[in-house]
């Protein structure tokens, strides 16, 4: 999730209360009365991305907190050396051709027509 929603929002919203109020001491009303419209809009969209991040936040921590542990220990009981994961990488194909005919029924049960759609 990018933060620059929530950037982008908060800068905008602390530049316009710093030109409201400037505008109000300035004695500039129709600058401060267009930055103080606009103020009420930003100050709660800021709130509505501050109060989503934190939420996320919040999710995020919990998440790794209820797996993190338990698979951390877990991973590490079962770690190989990475000779060893390179060679069952290398004949897992063949461990799992031997698998598939030893669960291939011995009767067909297509007709030879279509096997034969099939090779060709």
């Given at each position: 999730?990018s933060?620059?929603?929530l ?8 530049g316009d209360?710093?030109?409201w ?8 009303d129709?600058?401060?009365l267009v930055s103080?419209?606009?103020l009420?809009?930003m100050t ?8 989503l991040?934190a ?6 921590g919990?998440r790794r907190s ?8 877990a991973?590490?009981?079962?770690a190989?050396p990475?000779w ?7 004949h897992?194909?063949?461990t799992?051709?031997?698998s598939?005919?030893?669960q ?6 297509t ?6 759609k099939?090779a060709?």
């Amino acid at each position: 999730m990018s933060h620059r929603p929530l950037a982008i929002v908060s800068g905008l919203t602390i530049g316009d209360y710093l030109l409201w109020n400037w505008s109000l001491n300035a004695n500039h009303d129709v600058l401060a009365l267009v930055s103080g419209l606009t103020l009420p809009p930003m100050t709660i969209a800021l709130v509505w991305l501050l109060a989503l991040t934190a939420a996320r936040l919040i999710a995020r921590g919990s998440r790794r907190s209820a797996h993190g542990r338990s698979g951390a220990r877990a991973g590490a009981r079962t770690a190989r050396p990475r000779w060893r994961r390179r060679r069952a990488i290398e004949h897992a194909p063949a461990t799992a051709a031997v698998s598939q005919a030893q669960q291939a029924p011995s009767t067909p049960t297509t007709s030879p027509r279509t096997s034969r759609k099939i090779a060709a």
